[in-house]
């Protein structure tokens, strides 16, 4: 992993002349027709966006948080599956423990949404930046070895915080992200993102394979969520369970001999947060590419699933992270 010479300190705040300021920024999700539908929708958002520019970061993140713990448990399948999931992983837990959890999961949804018009409030490694680094000495070391880097990491607290972090630090990365339905919104996440992390972007599927792996050759670090399902992903366990998962980030890893590494984040107070860089994964080949693949996906899920159950309130349990026999099995469908 590489960094500019612009940074004299790999962890100072990030040099306004930007590395990537060059780099074109992916095009907006093309595969279907705008319909007034999605107009309607983008003028929603552009509308709710202004309303939380002018609120300020800690009132959007409190009100957008009291909004969807007091809405969230009322949509009633949504809420009904990540009940079902919490069963599955805490079968210990009583349903009132569990139900607790997950009021405050939809707490956490609604200030990351509220937050996201805010995500240049969230500066590492200044006074007031909201953001504390645990691991500093290992994001230097990985910054010194000037190589590629695979970082992963899940749905926790805001994570998009995460991007803001790395960019902050000096990294040369490329982000992996799954592409909004809405086409126009998808547009304004692209630009947002890119302004507080990186221009080089990657939308998850075939458009963006090709991508990540001209990022990985020009010597770009990857920054990726990995603990959604999958349909054509492997089936590895997460949480004690198995689960289908992308196996992108581990065959990546083997292919360009990328460390791998873990990274953490937990809402503190409100809209300030902990960001931890754990060490790179220790693995070691066999040569047999698709076993070797399946086993560090499955120490991936190992690493991300201990960060999750430390802080189960702030991970988005509301997906169906597992397949409908494993849950059949359990008694949870």
Known sequence: MSRSTNFPDPLSAADPMRWDGEAELPERRANMDITLKHQFEATIMHGMFSLMELMGVDRASAFMGGLLRTVGPWLRPVHKRGLNNL?????????????????????????????????ECFRAFEDGGRVEVEGEEILRSLIEQERPVIFVTSHMANWEVIGTVLYRAGVKFAIVYR????????????DLRAGVMTRHQAPKGKRGGRALLNFLNSGLSL??????????????????????????????????????????????????FRVSFNDPLVFSPTGETHRDAEALTAQINDALGQIIKANPGQWLWLHRRWPKDVMKAAGLE
């Open 87 to 119: 069963r599955l992983v805490f079968p210990e837990n009583s349903d009132d423990e569990n139900r607790a959890i997950l009021k405050k999961v939809w707490e956490n949804l609604g200030r990351t949404v509220g937050e996201y018009p805010h995500l």
């Open 223 to 272: 920054c990726m969520l990995v603990d959604q399902k999958l349909n054509d992903g492997i089936r590895v366990p997460f949480m004690g369970h198995d689960a289908m998962t992308p196996s992108a980030a581990a065959r990546m890893a083997l292919k360009y001999d990328a460390p791998v590494v873990p990274i953490g984040i937990r809402r503190l107070d409100g809209a300030s």
């Open 179 to 190: 592409a909004a339905n809405n086409p126009i919104v998808d547009e304004r996440i692209i």
